[in-house]
């Protein structure tokens, strides 16, 4: 899914608190509370420097732990356990799921359109730290990440040819195809507009509206309330004083697990592309042995950006992952079907609008597999990230006011996934339609990318950098990931001790491992589904903390 570039996101000029956190700016309605960020923690120097909130860093650590231990000893028995849990849930929660996100979208477009939209998030006063250009930047760096390069090309062919081969239906008498809707059997440009458009409302505003509503939450009850940034502060209108007990720590540990097992979710994807991409290049197997030895390699590289503490060297990292993914997107518009590329963004936008009443109906749907397999996992994915991905976005979008927040974090990086898909898919899908070639359509998930390269001018070099880019997504998200998940579990604390987030980077690489191990995509697909319903309750809860906040504040 995202990935985020920097740490160093608060400019120096800004006013601050004690503990990062920016004061606000002219007149807000800050909570009175005689709550102190990291009064609860446990802090001194032990075999190294600690400073952790006791019942939320134990509690997620421990299981943390126990789980990558259980997963290593029960590899054999691992699978199906997995594999049930993951569809157990989506068949009996797609609905949730679903209209979960739905209603997301609606809060952004309601909030938008509404007076509340005025707010201003760091207080009236608050001007932007960023400009325009550089807010915009970080933004879609936070949407660029492995989740982009892993389904930029695999997502719509599979849909394109689902939808080609119509629907078939088993001796039950249920469908047994992954169609969307309905299909287009035998109708290749109704395939493509239908492929297109359940690619984009999977990466368009339904995911980001998750995003959004984490990302408000987070700065409008840090930046205008003066709480913790951390997840249990957005719950303040609802449980009051009671945030800073076990009601809290529930909250902020089932948004340790939802991060972590997201960003886990993205590690093993990355591992599986990774392998994928050497063994094309230089031949080298896609073992399982290879696949872990990527992900200790990438780790150790994450931990030891950690431990010196290279904040400004990720962040010119990230840079450069940027500019190679633009260079990279701007050569497959180049090199490959220019004119059909650009007439068929504004054509995918259209089917994406025709069809997306249909592909967010919760009930009643006919199409199972899809929106089961797809839609209730993708749902599940984003809500996973939500705490990391939105930590991020809340940090670097103070002194915006609430509708240009929203209209922004909606839109922006959603018309920059629309263009991605529309160049890498359609790309591939003309391959196929115009030239004949069945590579990428034969190829499996992670090998489809580079199969779409093979066939393209200088494919050594465009597919090592395919290879660089989910490499470097891969370190900057662990990296990035292990500070969110560690100020969650320092009490809200942004400046936390750095072997804390050595611990979670390395627990990040751990669980990667163990899950691939006992389950491939399958074991990585059931984590984040689990974590992400229960998540999915306190995003919904928050969405009445956010209205309520909102109506108190000054605009």
Not at 21 to 40: F, H, K, W
């Amino acid at each position: 899914m995202g990935n985020v570039p920097s740490h160093d996101t608060t400019p120096p000029s800004a006013a601050e608190t004690h503990e990062g956190i920016p004061a606000p700016s002219g007149e807000a309605n800050l909570i009175d509370t005689d709550y102190v960020i990291g009064q609860d923690n446990i802090k001194g120097q032990f075999v190294f420097a600690l400073d952790i909130h006791g019942k939320v860093f134990t509690i997620s650590a421990l299981v943390a732990v126990i789980f990558v231990i259980l997963a290593l000893a029960l590899q054999n028995q691992i699978e199906p356990l997995f594999s049930g849990v993951r569809d157990w849930l989506t068949h009996h929660m797609a609905w949730f799921f679903i209209g979960a996100a739905n209603i997301f979208v609606v809060l952004c477009i309601g909030l938008i359109l509404s007076p509340l939209g005025k707010v201003r998030l760091g207080g009236k006063d608050a001007t932007p730290d960023y400009t325009y250009m550089g807010w915009f930047s970080m933004l879609f760096a936070a949407g660029m990440g492995i989740g982009l390069m892993f389904y930029g090309v695999s997502e719509p062919m599979s849909h394109y040819s689902a939808a080609m081969g119509g629907i078939t239906v088993g001796e039950d008498g249920v469908r047994t195809d992954w169609a969307p809707l309905g299909g287009a059997a035998g109708n290749a440009e109704e395939a493509v507009r239908l492929g297109m458009a359940a690619t984009i409302f999977h990466w368009g505003l339904h995911p980001w509206a998750i995003y959004a509503i984490v990302a408000l939450a987070l700065a409008l009850f840090s930046f205008n309330k003066g709480l913790p940034l951390s997840i249990r502060s957005i719950f303040y209108p609802i449980l009051g004083e009671r945030v800073w007990g076990w009601p809290g720590h529930i909250v902020d540990i089932l948004a340790v697990f939802a991060t972590l097992f997201g960003l886990v979710t993205s590690l093993g994807l990355g591992a599986e592309q990774a392998a994928a991409g050497v063994e094309y290049l230089f031949g080298i197997p896609a073992t399982d042995t290879t696949k872990v030895l990527l992900i200790v390699a990438i780790t150790l590289i994450a931990l030891a950006s950690v431990v010196a503490g290279l904040d400004k060297g990720v962040k010119r990292l990230s840079e450069i992952n940027m500019g190679l993914a633009m260079a990279l997107l701007l050569f497959i518009i180049i090199a490959g079907p220019t004119v059909v590329i650009f007439t068929d963004f504004f054509k995918n936008l259209g089917a994406y609008l025709q069809y997306l009443p249909a592909l967010a109906n919760p009930i009643g749907r006919e199409d199972a597999n899809f929106s089961q397999g797809w839609t209730a996992f993708y749902w599940a994915w984003w809500i996973s990230w939500s705490p990391f991905v939105g930590m991020f976005i809340a940090r670097v979008s103070r002194g915006r006011s609430v509708r240009e927040f929203l209209v922004a974090v909606l839109l922006v990086p959603s018309l920059v996934s629309v263009l991605w898909m529309t160049a890498f898919g359609g790309t591939a899908i003309n391959q196929l339609l115009v030239d004949g070639f069945t590579g990428a359509q034969d190829a499996g998930l992670e090998l489809k990318l580079f199969s779409m390269l093979g066939e393209m001018p200088l494919t050594g070099i465009t597919s090592f950098i395919g290879i660089v880019l989910v490499v470097v997504f891969f370190i900057t998200s662990s990296d990035s990931g292990s500070l969110v998940i560690d100020t969650i579990t320092a009490g809200g604390k942004v400046n936390a001790p750095v072997p804390q987030r050595v611990f979670w980077a390395s627990i990040e690489g751990v669980i990667a491992i163990a899950l691939l191990l006992g389950g491939g995509l399958v074991a990585l697909q059931a984590m984040a589904v689990s974590t992400g319903l229960p998540f999915t309750i306190v995003l919904l809860v928050g969405c009445i903390s956010i209205v309520k906040g909102l109506m108190s504040e000054p605009r």
